[in-house]
């Protein structure tokens, strides 16, 4: 039975975004890191990018020249999968495709030590699928980052359902002192964070489709009465509607296109135009220079119509992971502030707001839609 310890050898799959990170992370923890992607560039990428995040570091004295030297001394950008056959655990965060990654894990499940950790950063895709391509499925689990990984301190930890406790156990023991705050939870959709949040945004793109509020209108309800740092619109246009939309659509499908998680066709559009928000210039706002942002209408009563519809069909869809055991209420809490900085955790809000305002919304609005969207989850009704 593998006992990690810091003299454990990391190996990160896919010099990406979250890759790249999860190696800095994994090295400024004190391991040694070897750091696959089969793209030349990718690899040359990333460790030019890795040498300036540490520089900017020390320029601005969080760690020393010597930290920075051994950082970067312990990540080997290696071009061979082979030269991973030395690592204890494994990170793959590669494209977010199942086939490639169920080939990978099959080509990791031969050359890797019979006790090497092997885990995915899938966002979406079901843990136990991607551990299916490996003989002893046991070892296998999913660590899922947020980005940038070095700043973000949630992490959920998704054992499949072969996956060993003491696995999940060790997992847990090594992310928590690499100073991240983890959650366990069920291999289901979207796990908590991606499955919990999604009404932020469903929710919003119908209230606007309906024409009851504008796009800065909506932005402005979240911001200025439900505290949140970003609006919806804002937010997905930040995150790229081009990842957004596939996460809801992934979402959906695998919940047996529940109503709950539909995708919006406004946000359909906005990807079919490329409008992928502010990489490509345009999303929800135009971010060319010198076009002024429009105005949102500041009336309190509306913006409390808004900020209550969206922040009851959260709380709902945080009951509904409860009452389904993806995790507990403490972890789900968690998960919310630390991986997508919500003002509060959900349970703790629904308790603020009172569970009965909650439910009344729910019928309220199930009654006026009559759509199974808006059904109020079980636990919640008899918690009021
Ligand atoms: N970007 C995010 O916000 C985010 C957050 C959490 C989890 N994730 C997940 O992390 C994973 C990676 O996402 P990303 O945003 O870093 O992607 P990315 O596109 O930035 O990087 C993926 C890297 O994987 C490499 N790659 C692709 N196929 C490969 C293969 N067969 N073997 C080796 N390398 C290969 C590519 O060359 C690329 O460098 C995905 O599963 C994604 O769902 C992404």
Not at 79 to 108: M, P, R, T, Y
Not at 208 to 213: L, Q, S, T
Not at 322 to 330: D, G, I, P, Q
């Amino acid at each position: 039975m593998i006992k990690f310890t810091k003299d454990s050898i990391i190996g990160v799959i896919g010099s990406g975004a979250m890759g790249s990170g999860i190696a800095q992370v994994a090295s400024q923890n004190g391991h040694v890191v070897f750091l696959y992607d089969n793209k030349a560039e990718a690899l040359t990428k990333s460790a030019a990018n890795l040498k300036s995040t540490l520089s900017k570091l020390v320029e601005k004295q969080k760690i020393s020249q010597g930290d920075s030297d051994s950082i970067l001394k312990n990540v080997h950008f290696v071009s061979d999968l082979n030269d991973l056959k030395v690592c204890d655990l494994v990170i793959e965060a590669i494209v977010e495709n199942l086939e490639i990654k169920q080939k990978v894990f099959a080509e990791l499940d031969q050359i890797t030590k019979p006790d090497c950790v092997l885990a995915t950063n899938t966002s979406s895709l079901s843990v136990t699928s991607i551990a299916s391509s490996v003989k002893d499925a046991g070892r296998v689990i999913g660590i899922h980052f947020f980005n940038p990984a070095p700043l973000m301190p949630l992490v959920e930890i998704i054992p499949g359902i072969a996956t060993n406790t003491e696995i999940t156990e060790q997992c847990v023991s090594i992310i928590s002192g690499w100073k991240k705050v983890t959650v366990v939870c069920k291999d289901t959709p979207g796990f908590i964070v991606n499955r919990v949040a999604r009404p932020y945004y469903g929710e919003a793109m119908r209230i606007y489709e309906e024409g009851i509020a504008d796009i800065p209108t909506i932005d402005w309800a979240m911001k200025e009465i439900g505290g949140f740092k970003m609006g919806p619109f804002e937010l997905t246009d930040l995150i790229g509607h081009d990842v957004n939309y596939v996460v809801t659509e992934t979402v959906w499908k695998q919940f047996y296109f529940d109503p709950k998680f539909k995708p919006s066709l406004c946000q359909k559009r906005l990807v079919e135009a490329k409008y992928f928000g502010r990489k490509s210039g345009k999303g929800f706002y135009n971010y060319v220079e010198g076009v002024t942002v429009p105005e949102p209408k500041k009336d309190m009563k509306l913006g409390n119509q808004i900020f209550v519809r969206i922040i009851s069909m959260l709380i709902n869809e945080a009951y509904d992971a409860l009452y389904m055991n993806v995790a507990s209420a403490k972890d789900i809490d968690l998960a919310m502030t630390k991986g997508v900085n919500y003002p509060k955790g959900l349970i703790e809000w629904g308790n603020e707001i009172g569970l009965k305002n909650v439910l009344n919304e729910l019928d309220r609005l199930r009654n006026e839609y009559n759509e199974d969207r808006y059904r109020a989850n079980v636990l919640l009704k008899r918690s009021v």
